[in-house]
């Protein structure tokens, strides 16, 4: 049996059904939440909905575009820094790749460290320089992962998992040698005029290389850091699931003034009233 459709009418006025102001929709269900914490703090009353996938949130979008649909869509980045980007007001995308890419930060990771290892230590500035030093190790990797979305080549590098390009499989370190094993096998994919271009605009590019990243791709190695900084104060192991990550991590309101990735979502979604 089809999925119940609705009209653009009645998707438009869903948010008038659950008695807010404004309906958004968004991804898949990890996403709600994220987008439900920043739409609180952007002090906009709305409804948020997962719709099921990247192919019925870019319907969505196209509604929008073509039809001047008055609902919201709130989506992943993914690298449209990097290609035609989309832009409208009623589009709100995240600051980094994905919604990881802010989840992952070190204020979350610390909280996250010293609730699992019972300790209130400080970690932040020390996790700050874990995530320079994995970004740094993962450039050329990344550099490439953007020619492919942005030719088109259909290789696939970043995927869902950095395992293969960790020291082991419970390091939190990248594997410098794995990396570049790895990029010869692919290397001829490309041309060097695609992945010269693919640098300049990373060298243009105001953000950290960080939230240029997968962020599925990056989950196992934040999992593998908790572990073990959580074995480093209590001495004890601690199994990490990636949904107990999840509930850890998702909400990112936490001195969130501070955070360029947030404050930069949510004077966009602050631009919708005022068009509105």
């Not at 979008?61 to 993914?78: G, Q, R, T, W």
């Not at 700050?128 to 190790?137: G, M, Q, T, V």
């Amino acid at each position: 049996m089809n999925s119940l459709e609705y009209s653009q009418e009645a998707e438009e006025a869903k948010g008038l059904f659950y008695n807010k102001e404004f309906t958004v929709y968004v991804e898949g269900e990890d996403d709600v939440m994220f987008w439900t914490h920043l739409f609180d703090l952007a002090e906009i009353d709305a409804h948020i909905e997962e719709v099921g996938g990247n192919e019925e949130i870019s319907k969505k979008i196209k509604e929008i575009l073509d039809n001047n649909a008055s609902f919201i869509v709130a989506c992943d980045s993914d690298h449209s820094d990097f290609m035609d980007p989309i832009t409208h007001d009623r589009v709100i995308k995240t600051y980094g790749y994905s919604i990881e890419n802010s989840m992952y930060n070190p204020i979350n990771l610390q909280k996250a460290i010293r609730n699992l290892g019972k300790k209130p230590i400080k970690l932040k500035d020390e996790i700050e320089k874990w995530a320079e030093s994995f970004s740094k190790n993962l450039f050329d990797l990344l550099v490439y992962d953007i020619a492919n979305h942005k030719y088109d080549k259909g290789v696939q590098i970043f995927g869902n998992n950095c395992h293969r390009f960790l020291k082991s499989g419970t390091s939190r370190e990248v594997c410098n040698t794995q990396v570049s094993e790895f990029l010869k096998g692919i290397k001829g994919h490309f041309t060097d005029a695609e992945i010269d271009l693919v640098k300049e605009q990373l060298s243009k590019s105001k953000k950290e290389i960080w939230y240029h990243l997968k962020g599925h791709f990056i989950t196992n190695g934040i999992i593998n850091l908790i572990q073990h900084h959580v074995k480093e104060i209590s001495g004890t192991k601690s199994n990490i699931s990636h949904d107990s990550l999840y509930a850890l991590t998702i909400d990112c309101t936490e001195k969130w003034d501070s955070r360029i990735d947030i404050k930069s979502i949510i004077s966009d979604i602050k631009k919708i009233k005022k068009s509105a």
